[in-house]
């Protein structure tokens, strides 16, 4: 991610985390909704790996009742 962060103020209004995130497959409107939950100071969890090892995670994080939990596939 730290190479889609070079040129990241520039991609469509977004920040830097914003630009690596939207460099790494996550779609725009997510990414907004991130960088807004980021200000508003949410916290951001970002698993990366395998289907297998994304769906684990996803499991670990599903029964504690957090706000959201999306799956990305890029």
């Known amino acids: 991610m730290v190479g889609g962060l070079e ?7 977004l920040g830097a985390l914003g630009a690596g995130l939207f460099s790494i497959g996550i779609p725009k409107d997510s990414v907004i ?23 684990r995670a ?3 994080l599903d029964p504690l009742n957090i ?6 596939h890029g």
């Open 67 to 72: 706000a959201e939990v999306a799956v990305h």
């Open 58 to 60: 996803k499991g670990m």
């Open 33 to 55: 909704k991130y960088e807004t939950a980021l200000k508003s100071d949410k916290l951001l969890v970002i698993a990366h790996g395998t289907t297998d090892e994304v769906a």
């Open 7 to 13: 040129g990241a103020v520039n991609i469509g209004g």
